[in-house]
């Protein structure tokens, strides 16, 4: 827009520039055509017709011939615009130098000018019509009326490009998040539909492989069950009951594991999405960790009914409520509540809980903390899985931490 403006000026300047010497010139004609007129009307008048001929150019010309007096008031001319300046030289060159202009003679504005009869002086007051620069006024009205339109045009080319690019924006944050996408629609400029088409492309690779790594992840961690069932019966023959205790343990450990691949690898899109009052399910949840919690503090509100998916929810809540016991200490509170459209699920913890800089991070599957949260045995697979959860149902997964140190993580649905 202000390169437009800048250009536009600059065309304006320029056209001023050339039509000023052209139309001082016109000007200059004009007035002098009119004072020689003038001046041979009079001349050729008889003397007693003189009034009645200067009241016949007043009523009809609208020209105003009056006598100069040593005790006129005279305004003269405005510096403004240079046309006035450069048609009064041209005008002294034709009339004389002795030639005089005036904005205001006894306080009637208009343009004055003088001009001799013999030794007489004369004013002769031009209406303004006659100097005026309609060309100009013109000029400025088409001139907004093309900028305008100039405008207008920038507005729909900058919105074609801008707006696909701002999906395309959108899109690569989801695609960063770990949403799966629709393809993008590839239209627009030549260079905007080849950035399109890239995306789809790296878009379906990736969930192509998002898809193969839980097929084989799953493939895998199946396969694992059966040694690991043989493991586990050929434990109960040990007979060391420290050496049979450690390895039951070890097997239980390795089942975990395995259970949370095969969580994680299972395609919970597919579940069918049912209505109901997660308040029942939380506390059916809450009730399983009770014990193993040294203390676990509920605070339950009456919510709306949410279209949920029953299983994907209750595998979240518990590998939340699993973190919260590993590690913060034993002492959590479970808060459910309603803000405005969303219920919020929110579980705090009193450990050491997360710096602010890895909360995202740690919601990446497979990824774990180098702290003394971290979970040397787990498969950093708890938080990527309520990730996915929060995102199948249209919600949010967020971590804070709270005032008194622990870890805040926060699963937001939406109402609707």
Same mark, same amino acid.
């Given at each position: 827009?202000?390169?437009?403006?800048?250009?536009?000026?600059? &065309?304006l300047?320029?056209?001023?520039?050339?039509?000023?010497?052209p139309?001082?010139?016109?000007?200059a004609?004009?007035v002098?055509s009119?004072? %020689? !007129?003038?001046?041979?009307a009079v001349?050729s008048?008889?003397? $007693?017709?003189r009034?009645? !001929?200067l009241?016949?150019?007043?009523?009809?010309e609208?020209l105003?011939?009056?006598?100069? $007096?040593k005790?006129?008031?005279l305004?003269?001319l405005?510096?403004?615009?240079?046309?006035?300046h450069?048609?009064?030289?041209?005008?002294?060159?034709?009339?004389?130098? %002795? @030639?005089?202009?005036? &904005?205001?003679? %006894?306080?009637?504005e208009a343009?004055?000018?003088?001009?001799?009869? /013999?030794n007489e002086e004369f004013?002769?007051?031009?209406? =303004?019509?006659?100097?005026?620069r309609?060309?100009?006024?013109?000029?400025?009205?088409?001139?907004s009326?093309i900028?305008?339109?100039a405008?207008?045009?920038?507005?729909?080319?900058a919105?074609?490009?801008?707006?696909p690019?701002?999906?395309l924006?959108?899109?690569a944050?989801q695609? /960063?998040?770990?949403?799966?996408?629709q393809?993008l629609?590839?239209r +627009?400029?030549?260079?905007?539909v080849?950035?399109?088409?890239?995306?789809?492309?790296?878009?379906a *690779?990736l969930?192509a492989?998002?898809r193969?790594r839980a097929?084989v992840?799953a +493939?895998?961690?199946?396969?694992?069950?059966?040694p690991?069932?043989r493991v586990?019966?050929?434990?109960?023959?040990?007979? *060391?009951?420290?050496?049979r $205790?450690?390895?039951?343990?070890?097997?239980e450990q390795?089942d975990t594991?395995?259970q949370?691949?095969l %969580?994680?690898a299972?395609?919970?899109e597919?579940?069918?999405?049912?209505q109901?009052n997660i308040?029942?399910?939380?506390c059916?949840?809450?009730?399983?960790?009770?014990?193993q919690?040294?203390?676990?503090?509920?605070?339950l509100? *009456?919510v709306?009914?949410l279209?949920v998916r029953?299983l994907?929810l =209750?595998?979240?809540?518990s590998?939340?409520? *699993?973190?919260?016991?590993?590690?913060?200490g034993?002492?959590?509170?479970?808060?459910l =509540?309603?803000?405005?459209n969303q219920?919020?699920?929110?579980? @705090?913890d009193?450990? @050491?809980?997360?710096p602010?800089?890895?909360h995202?991070?740690v919601k990446?599957?497979?990824a774990?903390?180098e702290?003394?949260?971290?979970?040397?045995t +787990?498969?950093g !697979?708890?938080l990527a899985?309520?990730?996915?959860?929060?995102r199948?149902?249209?919600?949010?997964f967020?971590l804070?931490?709270?005032?008194?140190?622990?870890?805040?993580?926060?699963?937001?649905?939406p109402?609707?």
């Amino acid at each position: 827009m202000v390169l437009m403006v800048l250009s536009l000026t600059a &065309a304006l300047a320029i056209f001023r520039q050339v039509e000023r010497e052209p139309r001082a010139q016109q000007m200059a004609q004009l007035v002098v055509s009119v004072i %020689n !007129l003038t001046r041979a009307a009079v001349l050729s008048a008889a003397p $007693e017709w003189r009034s009645a !001929l200067l009241a016949e150019l007043a009523d009809v010309e609208r020209l105003h011939v009056e006598m100069a $007096e040593k005790s006129d008031v005279l305004k003269p001319l405005p510096a403004r615009p240079l046309e006035l300046h450069l048609m009064m030289e041209k005008v002294r060159e034709s009339l004389g130098k %002795n @030639t005089r202009f005036a &904005a205001k003679h %006894n306080g009637v504005e208009a343009l004055w000018v003088s001009f001799f009869i /013999g030794n007489e002086e004369f004013w002769v007051a031009l209406p =303004k019509e006659h100097i005026a620069r309609p060309a100009s006024q013109i000029l400025l009205v088409w001139g907004s009326l093309i900028f305008g339109l100039a405008m207008l045009g920038a507005y729909f080319i900058a919105r074609q490009v801008a707006y696909p690019l701002q999906q395309l924006a959108q899109a690569a944050q989801q695609v /960063g998040q770990g949403a799966t996408l629709q393809p993008l629609p590839e239209r +627009g400029a030549h260079e905007i539909v080849t950035v399109t088409r890239a995306f789809n492309q790296m878009s379906a *690779d990736l969930t192509a492989n998002e898809r193969e790594r839980a097929l084989v992840l799953a +493939g895998i961690s199946h396969d694992l069950r059966t040694p690991l069932t043989r493991v586990r019966l050929a434990a109960e023959f040990i007979v *060391d009951e420290t050496l049979r $205790e450690g390895l039951a343990a070890d097997v239980e450990q390795m089942d975990t594991v395995i259970q949370q691949f095969l %969580n994680y690898a299972r395609l919970d899109e597919n579940e069918v999405v049912t209505q109901l009052n997660i308040k029942s399910l939380v506390c059916e949840v809450a009730e399983r960790f009770e014990q193993q919690a040294k203390s676990l503090t509920l605070e339950l509100h *009456d919510v709306p009914m949410l279209q949920v998916r029953p299983l994907l929810l =209750k595998r979240a809540l518990s590998n939340l409520l *699993d973190n919260a016991i590993k590690h913060g200490g034993g002492k959590i509170s479970l808060l459910l =509540k309603q803000e405005g459209n969303q219920v919020i699920l929110a579980i @705090t913890d009193c450990g @050491t809980g997360i710096p602010t800089a890895q909360h995202e991070a740690v919601k990446r599957p497979f990824a774990r903390l180098e702290t003394s949260r971290s979970n040397v045995t +787990g498969t950093g !697979l708890g938080l990527a899985i309520v990730e996915r959860t929060a995102r199948l149902h249209g919600g949010e997964f967020n971590l804070g931490n709270s005032a008194e140190g622990g870890l805040v993580a926060q699963l937001i649905l939406p109402c609707v």
